[in-house]
């Protein structure tokens, strides 16, 4: 059986490569969204480089041509909206089968947050274009727990709140392998998945484990929404995530996230657990 044609867009990012290697353990080379040739030269292995600018149109319907199923995730970048629609709209006019949308777990139309809204809008145009679509709602990545370390590292202050509130995360080669699946699978089409692992955590929680494998106590972080922002700015956090890094721990304490089966249900397999994560991944201190 002819394996359909698939175009990774937002393939040279950190869940775009993942993403890469797992269809590439599937016997599956797609083609791959690329701005230069030579970002195209550092995938070539994987994917089938096909130059194309989001930021520029016309530029993309020789890149999409003959894609039947587009993987679409875009940077949290200002224009993010902008280069979402673009690859959407290209999608469809290039006939495109299947669309794969990687949204958030939180996303909601109207959120103050810029990249939540911008993710709640486009998880429900696709479901409207008249073509297959699945809708992946990743929490928060392991790789992104915490979200700065330098604190931790200096001060053995961990910038996280949410009081009460639990965390949910997941590791992104998690939702790689999902996604992969979602691709060349034909019984995810309609769906959105929220994903997570199976575990939660409060910011003790979290300060606890992490006081156990850096052998240190780790504290948290006391102190209003604005106190956290600039904390998270002066330890590393770049000056526009900040905000809506502040503002996550508000969406923390309403108890708005909790932990599905999804994930596992998809995998066959327990998802992997944030513990198992940090050991292997777990920083140099700077």
Known sequence: MKQPSILVVGATGRLGLRLLHKLAATGVKPRALVRTQEKGGLIAALATPVVGDLRSPETLSDAFRESERVFILAPPVPDMETLERNAIEAAVSAGSKRIVYLSNFAATEGDEDYFVHVHGLHQRLVTT?????????????????????????????????????????????????????????????GQTYKLT???????????????????????????DTDALRDALIANGAKGEHAPAMARYFAKVATGLYTTTDTAANILGRPPHTYAEWIERNIPVAS
């Open 129 to 189: 274009l008249g073509i297959d679509w699945t809708v992946l709602r990743p929490t928060r990545y392991m790789s992104s727990v915490p979200f700065v370390w330098r604190s931790i590292f200096r001060q053995s202050l961990l910038l996280e709140a949410g009081g009460s509130g639990a965390m949910t995360c997941i590791d992104p080669d998690d939702v790689a392998t999902i996604a992969a699946k979602t691709l060349i699978q034909d019984s995810h089409v």
């Open 197 to 223: 692992s199976d575990e939660t955590y409060t910011a003790t929680d979290l300060a606890a484990l992490l006081s156990r494998i850096l052998e240190r106590k780790i504290t948290v972080f006391q102190g």
